[in-house]
């Protein structure tokens, strides 16, 4: 079965670069989320999009800006990177908005040095 | 605003021995309740969910959750623990009614370490 696709798996910034992650959600799911996960941290819910609308917006910095495209892929983009931002980011997807569960992607892993 | 904890940062048994990892939770009226496992640098695996009906819910690798809404539990066990059990469990609750928006919020994790 198809599952959340982000890529990349691994990207390494320096300081005040920016980055841009992407995901690709399970056919016909209609809402994607995006959460960080610091080391040693719990998932934290950054922004969601239902139908290509944002939806929800969570603990996103200012620096940081995503969109949901026709094709339903969503990116990512952050900028003035900052060491803080090194973290795992997940990207999941759902159908009936969460209503059935919801799947995530491997994540990508953003080293800021 | 939506809340879980996991009172236990980490969790110790022994191989063939029951496991238990505990999870409560604040929600808003009827909660959606899952359990994700993460192995190391690796995405977050779904184990089970309860949505509606029977409290006791069955999920992957042999494990199952009971859901209690007197004591807003939602603990996660398994009968024999295995050693490749062993990683970082998240308890994850989102409101039945999305007014409050239909993202998961985690808890903090329990590593659970299965000894041989």
């Known amino acids: 079965a198809a599952g959340v696709i982000q890529s990349p798996r691994h990207l390494i910034k320096e300081k005040r670069e920016t980055a841009t992650l992407k995901c690709y959600p399970i056919?016909?799911?209609?809402?994607v989320y995006w959460y960080q996960q610091g080391p040693g941290q719990d998932p934290q819910f950054l922004i969601s999009f239902y139908e290509k609308m944002q939806s929800d917006k969570g603990s996103i910095p200012d620096r940081f800006s995503a969109q949901q495209f026709s094709d339903y892929h969503s990116e990512l983009n952050m900028s003035s990177l900052e060491l803080g931002d090194s973290a795992l980011y997940f990207c999941?997807?759902?159908?009936?908005?969460?209503?059935?569960?919801?799947?995530f992607g491997s994540g990508t892993r953003l080293t800021v040095v | 605003a939506q809340s879980v904890a996991q009172p236990e940062d980490q969790v110790n048994v022994a191989e063939g021995n029951p496991l238990t990892v505990k999870c409560t939770y604040s929600v808003s009226g009827n909660p959606y309740l899952f359990w994700y496992v993460q192995y190391p640098n690796r995405g977050l695996q779904f184990l089970l969910k309860y949505i509606t009906g029977d409290n006791l819910v069955k999920g992957s690798y042999g494990f199952e959750a009971e859901f209690n809404k007197s004591q807003t539990s939602f603990h996660l066990k398994k009968p024999s623990a295995l050693v490749s059990d062993s990683a970082l469990y998240f308890c994850?609750?989102?409101?039945?009614?999305?007014?409050?928006?239909?993202?998961?919020?985690f808890g903090g994790g329990t590593r659970l370490m299965v000894k041989p």
């Open positions: 994850a609750v989102r409101p039945y009614y999305n007014n409050a928006g239909n993202m998961l919020t």
């Open positions: 056919p016909r799911h209609d809402t």
């Open positions: 999941a997807s759902s159908s009936e908005q969460g209503a059935k569960g919801y799947t």
